[in-house]
């Protein structure tokens, strides 16, 4: 029940956080990003005990008495004896106090630069007068430099005393000749000041656009709000992040991942905007990011194809063509090691849309609004499309990471790749599906054969599975996401949050969501493919290290892998299972280095 739709309708709106929120989130502190200088010095040896050290290595859950650590990866996970004989007059002991100690979770999908653009502007969410929304973006006017637009975002019309958006007039005492951009809390609606309409040659001469509006006073002069396609224009203009703020994007998105537990991150839509790329490149460059990040970017291939279903262009600015070429001439080998901790892991293609608008065989059993007759979803590519992906790529390093929910979609894929292999024989390619919500039992057996890998967005059943039985039917949903049943018949999959489609890069939220199956009503879907807590934190570990083909260095805590950690307050798989959303992460630990740390 990936909330995509929900999402492309309001993706800048749930979804966007705030500098606000980072403290919220984090609740703590992040150590400084590692610069070259720290990457170079191994960090002091360490030994850990005194807590359930929970290995991730095999199907049952098996505990050491200490973890080892020396130069950033696993010298030992043992018992404490054998701990000791490793100690040496610089080691660091450090007594876990009952806390439980994993390996660093890795992101199976996510959107982290995207979530780190979201962050740089002003929080919006919750005001409820138009002296409030001056207010913050007197604060955001103040953080941003002379030449950046002032940007916020999330406000409500209902919420406000005055029931409207704001005007010119009240956006210009946030300055008078900056560029000042509110966005409400749907995405679709918001204001602009009058240097901003000026900057743009907008003015009474300017005709609305077809599919929207701008607001205007009686004798025709814009009055500031912008409506739909005219909002989708203006924030089309906006200056891609460069500079300060292309450092806060990555170090803001990296942060809250690490904050969460997690040791490797996920972009998984490069190229989507226009300054992806320079705000990746710039990552790398400075050695920002205190945690890996792997990369998913989009083909030049997929562009036009892109903007054409899914209007990209109202969300993203789509002209940012060719990211895996780009991303290839700024470094090389960036497609098979990690670059200051960047990594381009895969390619990214759509195969269907959300809830109201996936792929489905069979009809829908209610039809989105808009829709009449037998309804079954629609496929966004053609066959030749996606089979232009595997032809270029199904041999290469690159993954072929295809959005999808419906079983259709997944048809469409499946067919792709036993063509590819037909043609091209087998490869060890890994074919990421994600979200693959609902595919149909006679396909799982084929996506096993072909060694396709489902990652599922588990936290879209507490947040959209009342709609997606709605329009699906509870048949399909209680079918979706069969953990249990791919677990015995050996295919792995792992777990993801897909932030900021689901708000949060919330770790934890994903695993309680995969144990319990629970939709917003209350209802438990497919009670039976509810993971064990074990299984659902192998999907966030073990498992998805194998998704992305890192297995051999993460995923457990085993000799001669990174020291790649997390430690959490309690155990996971102890705690009474609906709390397991609760437990917080108190320290990641990146390659031995603090990356993250609870106060
Ligand atoms: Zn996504």
């Given at each position: ?49 005194g807590g359930p050290i929970l ?6 859950p098996?505990y050491v008495e ?30 876990l106090?009952g806390r439980t100690l994993l ?465 959490l307050?309690s155990n996971p798989l102890t ?25």
């Amino acid at each position: 029940m990936q909330l995509q739709q929900h999402v492309r309708l309001s993706r800048r709106s749930a979804l966007k956080l705030s500098v606000g929120m980072l403290a919220l989130a984090g609740q703590g502190i992040l150590r400084p990003a590692p610069g070259m200088a720290q990457d170079s010095a191994p960090a002091a040896p360490v030994i850990y005990s005194g807590g359930p050290i929970l290995t991730m290595a095999g199907p049952e859950p098996a505990y050491v008495e200490a973890l080892v650590v020396i130069d950033g990866k696993i010298a030992l996970a043992g018992t404490m004896d054998e701990a000791l004989k490793l100690r040496t007059t610089d080691t660091r002991l450090v007594d876990l106090q009952g806390r439980t100690l994993l390996p660093g979770f890795i992101d199976g999908h996510g959107h982290m630069i995207y979530f780190g653009k979201n962050m740089i502007d002003a929080d919006l969410v919750g005001v409820t007068d138009i002296a409030e929304i001056v207010a913050r973006m007197e604060v955001q006017a103040d953080r941003m430099g002379p030449d950046d637009w002032i940007v916020g975002f999330g406000y409500r019309v209902p919420s406000l005393t005055q029931n409207r958006h704001p005007t010119t007039a009240e956006l210009d005492q946030i300055s008078p000749d900056r560029p000042v951009m509110v966005v409400d809390g749907s995405g679709h609606n918001g204001a602009a000041n009058t240097a901003l309409l000026r900057l743009l040659g907008l003015d009474q001469d300017t005709p609305d656009p077809e599919g929207g509006s701008f607001g205007r006073n009686s004798d025709g002069t814009l009055s500031g709000p912008l409506e739909e396609t005219a909002l989708f224009f203006v924030r089309e203009q906006r200056p891609g992040f460069t500079g300060k703020l292309a450092d806060d994007v990555a170090l803001n998105g990296s942060r809250i991942w690490a904050s969460y537990g997690q040791t490797t991150a996920q972009e998984s839509g490069v190229g989507l905007g226009k300054d992806d790329i320079d705000i990746i490149r710039n990552a790398i460059d400075k050695q920002l990011l205190p945690i890996d990040l792997y990369l998913c970017a989009k083909d030049s291939l997929v562009s036009d194809a892109l903007a054409a279903a899914y209007a990209t262009s109202s969300e993203y600015t789509a002209n940012a063509t060719g990211a895996v070429e780009k991303l290839l001439a700024v470094r090389p080998d960036l497609d098979d090691r990690y670059i200051n901790r960047v990594r381009l892991g895969g390619i990214k293609l759509w195969l269907d849309g959300s809830v109201p608008t996936t792929w489905m065989s069979e009809m829908y059993e209610h039809n989105p609004p808009d829709k009449e007759g037998e309804y079954s979803g629609f496929g966004q590519v053609s066959d030749e499309f996606v089979n232009g992906f595997f032809d270029k790529y199904w041999t290469s390093n690159l993954q072929i990471n295809m959005h999808m929910n419906g079983d259709a979609a997944a048809e469409q894929a499946l067919r792709a790749i036993e063509r590819a292999i037909e043609m091209q024989g087998m490869a060890d390619h890994r074919p990421v599906f994600i979200h693959n919500t609902y595919m149909r039992p006679d396909q799982i057996e084929r996506a096993a054969k072909v060694g396709a890998f489902p990652t599922y967005t588990t936290g879209s059943l507490p947040l959209g599975g009342d709609s997606a039985i709605y329009y699906w039917g509870r048949d399909r949903v209680d079918a979706s996401m069969p953990m249990n049943t791919l677990e015995k018949a050996g295919i792995r999959f792992s777990l993801n949050h897909d932030a900021p489609i689901l708000p949060l890069p919330d770790v934890m939220a994903i695993v309680d969501a995969a144990v319990n199956r629970t939709t917003e009503s209350g209802i438990v879907v497919g009670p039976d493919e509810r993971a064990s807590p074990y299984l659902a934190l192998r999907a966030v570990t073990a498992y998805a290290a194998y998704q992305i083909k890192e297995e051999a260095t993460k995923g457990t805590l085993e000799v001669g892998k990174l020291a790649d950690l997390v430690i959490l307050e309690s155990n996971p798989l102890t705690v009474d299972p609906v709390t397991i959303k609760d437990i917080k992460v108190l320290e990641t630990i990146k390659e031995g280095r603090t990356v993250f740390l609870r106060e």
